[in-house]
């Protein structure tokens, strides 16, 4: 049986390996997990990782083209629990934060802020300007979490694997996905 529904977008910013390893966990998990790419993000995950459309198809539940303005997450009578857009672009923050919904990606987002459900967007872009930091507000204003990918460095192992893994499991965590990658803190294992 499959739990809930995620709505996953990943955009033209660095990170996607994060993308990878979230998706993983929740196809484990049997989340059912709705995807969408964009052209760019193709690029940048292949260049990344190594890896293409042929993992995320694999992975995903379903997988859909940008540029599909008609695909269920398009409309608010699409149960989803929760998006993530992990990496979210300064492009595709800025589109969400001016309700410009020309892809699928700025869509779902904007329907998930109209139907008040959890959008987190995990931005990958340092250092900030002025304009970054207005559309931040401006999401957050709107109900979004920005979630900056930025990893917990008071992990002792310090491995990359580990570090992937915590910062996934606290986005889960933040979209209300209970999950097991990340260790909270104040558990025996953060005491000296």
Known sequence: MRLSKIIFGISGASGAVLALRALEYLSRMNYETHVVVSDTAKVIMRYETGKGMETLKRIATRVYSNDNLFAPMASGSFKAKAMIVMP????????????????????????????????????????????????????????????????????????????????????????????????????EGFRS
Not at 109 to 119: F, G, I, S, T, Y
Not at 170 to 178: F, K, N, P, S, T
């Open 88 to 187: 979210c672009s300064m492009k595709t923050l800025a589109g969400i934060a001016t309700g410009y919904s020309d892809n699928l990606i700025l869509r779902a987002a904007d329907v998930m802020l109209k139907e008040r459900k959890p959008l987190v967007l995990v931005i990958r872009e340092t250092p900030l300007s002025y304009v970054h930091a207005k559309n931040i507000l401006e999401v957050s204003k709107a109900g979004a979490i920005v979630m900056p990918a930025t990893p917990q460095f008071y992990l002792k192992d310090k491995s990359t694997g580990k570090l992937i893994d915590n910062f996934v499991g606290r986005v889960l965590a933040i979209a209300g996905i209970e999950n097991d990658l990340y260790e909270e803190w104040g558990n």
